[in-house]
């Protein structure tokens, strides 16, 4: 954990060059570009929760760990030292290793919840609204730059949906986003809602200890068994290699897999479905009805492919631990679930790892000028900032790749924008559609065909658009967008500066 000084209190009316708003991976990452590029600059990290790490704070259920490798959900900054996937615990380990080496702790400042933030074109810059979390005590801060890095999870509220009878069970429901520390989960029957990367961390986490695991889904998902270790390691870390050249090479060697596989699901998706249902087929035992259990109506990575790592989830039902029911619910019960088939399941405790709600910019509200932004009628630049919203950028990650990779990405050419505008002897950057470009036809944040996590569809409707043309898309995969970022120039006509 961070060992340097913490942030001094706020005292309200500070006003700073830049505010981010997050302190888990987006924000570090942006933190350190900002030291690096500029180090004069006065900034601090806002954050709402008590700790650092985002989803990494939040996320505290039995066996929560990475569902993409830590060479690539890494910085590019930061060599990564341990096993390709990672439990929750060696993430914030790292990130804490990162704060330290960057020695930001003295400016996060936690339990500090932005409510509001207005632009003012008269004096180019923010007004913040932050609410202490303990207190309630509200402050004001003023900032001539706004980074948003919080992420798009709702932590104060996972998704569950509402069910008939819900309030009827008797035993206990526990979402994984708000795990609770005194749950007794030894000898009881636990049923779990979901077939996700949750879900499929949570029951070979909880198996050795219950009495029965099932696992409840609507509809099947893909999973991905893989080793905890690229098969490149063992062999890399004999020769002795320096930190960051081990990183750059298993960093290349998960980079060139993922693509071939990402690529893969577009070009030829029944034979990417065949080899991985072939593979779960592989570890589950004889006539095991792969085809109803683990068979996705959808395309492989038009929602994300769960990682297994060494196949634990399949070795608990092979073991008769875990067992996987397909099927409807048709209510709850007092002493478990009566499903569409009328069959009944039997249950001590619940779990609805059903997933998370989408939150757009941690759930700010924001004005322009006195004029509040609907950000549904408005278009993104890149996937990094929004039209006619001055200095203000967010991060957005993949989906079908880490996460991290876009942060990178997108802070370098945030910076570039900034360094641009003051070399220019200007203080304000706004992404502004030509006469050209002001008719064109808006498409969804993200088309469904493309990617249809449920979280995502069902956001869809209050997140922000973008353009049928550059610099108005963002839905680009990081094969792409590495070599195409970096070259983006912030003379763009795109960008107004004034």
Same mark, same amino acid.
Not at 134 to 162: A, I
Not at 251 to 274: G, T, Y
């Given at each position: 954990?961070?060992?340097?000084?913490?942030?001094? $209190?706020?005292?309200?009316?500070?006003?700073?060059?830049?505010?981010?708003?997050? %302190?888990?991976?987006?924000?570090?990452?942006?933190?350190?570009?900002?030291?690096?590029? @500029?180090?004069?600059?006065?900034?601090?990290?806002?954050?709402?929760?008590?700790?650092?790490?985002?989803?990494?704070?939040?996320?505290?259920?039995?066996?929560?760990?990475?569902?993409?490798? /830590?060479?690539?959900?890494?910085?590019?900054?930061?060599?990564?030292?341990?096993?390709?996937?990672?439990?929750?615990?060696?993430?914030?380990?790292?990130?804490?290793?990162?704060?330290?080496?960057?020695?930001?702790?003295?400016?996060?400042?936690?339990?500090?919840?932005?409510?509001?933030?207005?632009? *003012?074109?008269?004096?180019?810059?923010?007004?913040?609204?932050?609410?202490?979390?303990?207190?309630?005590?509200?402050?004001?801060?003023?900032?001539?730059?706004?980074?948003?890095?919080?992420?798009?999870?709702?932590?104060?509220?996972?998704?569950? $949906?509402?069910?008939?009878?819900? +309030?009827?069970?008797?035993?206990?429901?526990?979402? $994984?986003?708000?795990?609770?520390?005194?749950?007794?989960?030894?000898?009881? !029957?636990?049923?779990?809602?979901?077939?996700?990367?949750?879900?499929?961390?949570?029951? $070979? %986490?909880?198996? =050795?200890?219950?009495?029965?695991?099932?696992?409840?889904? !609507?509809? #099947?998902?893909?999973?991905?068994?893989?080793?905890?270790?690229?098969?490149?390691?063992?062999?890399?870390?004999?020769?002795?290699?320096?930190?960051?050249?081990?990183? +750059?090479?298993?960093?290349?060697?998960?980079?060139?897999?993922?693509?071939?596989?990402?690529?893969?699901? @577009?070009?030829?998706?029944? %034979?990417?479905?065949?080899?991985?249902?072939?593979?779960?087929?592989?570890?589950?035992?004889?006539? @095991?009805?792969?085809?109803?259990?683990?068979?996705?109506?959808?395309?492989?990575?038009?929602?994300?492919?769960?990682?297994?790592?060494?196949?634990?989830?399949?070795?608990?039902?092979?073991?008769?631990?875990?067992?996987?029911?397909?099927?409807?619910?048709?209510?709850?019960?007092?002493?478990?679930?009566?499903?569409?088939?009328?069959?009944?399941?039997?249950?001590?405790?619940?779990?609805?790892?059903?997933?998370?709600?989408?939150? /757009?910019?941690?759930?700010?509200?924001?004005?322009?000028?006195?004029?509040?932004?609907?950000?549904?009628?408005?278009?993104?630049?890149?996937?990094?900032?929004?039209?006619?919203?001055?200095?203000?950028?967010?991060?957005?990650?993949?989906?079908?790749? *880490?996460?991290?990779?876009?942060?990178?990405?997108?802070?370098? /050419?945030?910076?570039?924008?900034?360094?641009?505008?003051?070399?220019?002897?200007?203080?304000?950057?706004?992404?502004?559609?030509?006469?050209? =470009?002001?008719?064109?036809?808006?498409?969804?944040?993200?088309? #469904?065909?493309?990617?249809?996590?449920?979280?995502?569809?069902?956001?869809? *409707?209050?997140?922000?658009?973008?353009?049928?043309?550059?610099?108005?898309?963002?839905?680009?995969?990081?094969?792409?967008?590495?070599?195409?970022?970096?070259?983006?120039? #912030?003379?763009?006509?795109?960008?107004?500066?004034?």
């Amino acid at each position: 954990m961070p060992t340097s000084t913490p942030a001094a $209190p706020l005292s309200g009316g500070e006003t700073f060059d830049f505010l981010i708003i997050g %302190a888990g991976i987006s924000g570090i990452g942006a933190a350190h570009h900002l030291r690096q590029r @500029f180090p004069d600059s006065r900034f601090a990290l806002l954050d709402a929760m008590e700790g650092f790490g985002g989803t990494w704070w939040t996320h505290r259920y039995p066996g929560a760990r990475s569902d993409s490798d /830590l060479y690539t959900y890494g910085y590019g900054f930061k060599p990564w030292r341990g096993r390709s996937i990672a439990t929750a615990d060696e993430i914030r380990a790292y990130l804490a290793e990162a704060i330290d080496e960057n020695d930001l702790a003295p400016r996060i400042h936690y339990g500090h919840k932005v409510t509001a933030a207005d632009w *003012s074109s008269d004096d180019a810059c923010w007004t913040l609204r932050v609410q202490r979390v303990g207190s309630g005590e509200t402050l004001t801060l003023t900032t001539r730059f706004l980074w948003m890095c919080s992420g798009y999870y709702d932590h104060d509220k996972g998704y569950t $949906p509402e069910w008939p009878g819900f +309030e009827d069970f008797t035993g206990r429901i526990v979402h $994984p986003q708000h795990w609770p520390e005194d749950l007794d989960y030894a000898g009881k !029957r636990v049923v779990v809602i979901g077939s996700g990367a949750t879900a499929a961390t949570l029951i $070979p %986490a909880l198996a =050795d200890s219950v009495e029965h695991i099932t696992m409840l889904q !609507r509809s #099947p998902t893909f999973f991905s068994a893989q080793p905890w270790a690229h098969e490149l390691e063992a062999p890399l870390r004999k020769l002795g290699l320096p930190d960051e050249w081990m990183h +750059e090479i298993l960093r290349r060697a998960h980079l060139v897999r993922n693509a071939e596989v990402v690529h893969m699901s @577009f070009a030829q998706p029944e %034979a990417l479905r065949a080899y991985l249902i072939d593979q779960i087929r592989a570890q589950l035992p004889e006539g @095991f009805d792969v085809d109803k259990h683990f068979n996705p109506r959808y395309r492989p990575w038009q929602q994300r492919v769960a990682v297994v790592p060494e196949g634990d989830l399949f070795a608990a039902i092979r073991a008769g631990k875990a067992s996987v029911v397909t099927d409807t619910i048709e209510r709850f019960d007092a002493t478990g679930i009566r499903l569409g088939s009328g069959e009944h399941l039997d249950a001590d405790i619940i779990v609805t790892a059903t997933g998370f709600n989408l939150q /757009l910019f941690g759930g700010v509200s924001f004005r322009v000028d006195g004029e509040p932004v609907d950000f549904s009628r408005h278009i993104t630049y890149r996937g990094v900032m929004i039209n006619d919203v001055p200095n203000m950028a967010y991060m957005q990650g993949y989906f079908r790749s *880490s996460w991290t990779l876009r942060i990178d990405l997108a802070c370098d /050419l945030i910076c570039r924008i900034v360094e641009h505008m003051r070399s220019q002897g200007r203080n304000v950057v706004v992404p502004t559609l030509s006469n050209g =470009d002001a008719d064109m036809q808006r498409l969804p944040w993200i088309d #469904p065909e493309n990617f249809n996590a449920g979280y995502v569809v069902r956001a869809q *409707s209050r997140m922000y658009r973008q353009g049928d043309r550059a610099p108005w898309k963002h839905d680009m995969e990081y094969h792409e967008e590495r070599t195409v970022l970096p070259t983006v120039r #912030p003379e763009d006509e795109a960008l107004a500066y004034r």
